[in-house]
């Protein structure tokens, strides 16, 4: 979850941006998921949304409760959807 802000910065454009990033576990096909899970930061989606990313979600290990920290942390705010 936290390299997806710096990759926002990169990919700028004109396109609508997608933020949808894994747990911030690591794969390896010898030893499966390891490292740490990143807490569920629901205030990421801002930073995520003041980057440019419009769809937001989550990929691998980033579970209901993620999302549902994400859609609190959004919830009742006048963003930008443009």
């Not at 205030?43 to 993620?66: F, K, M, N, S, T």
């Amino acid at each position: 979850m936290r390299k997806a802000k710096e990759a926002l910065k990169i990919v700028r454009s004109d396109a609508t941006l997608i933020a949808y990033p894994n747990s911030g576990e690591e794969w390896s096909h010898d030893i499966g998921w390891h490292g740490s899970k990143s807490a569920s930061r629901g205030d990421a989606c801002l930073e995520w949304h003041q980057e440019g990313a419009r769809l937001i979600g989550g990929c691998c290990r980033v579970g209901p409760a993620d999302i549902e920290a994400f859609a609190q942390s959004l919830r009742g705010r006048n963003l930008i959807l443009s």
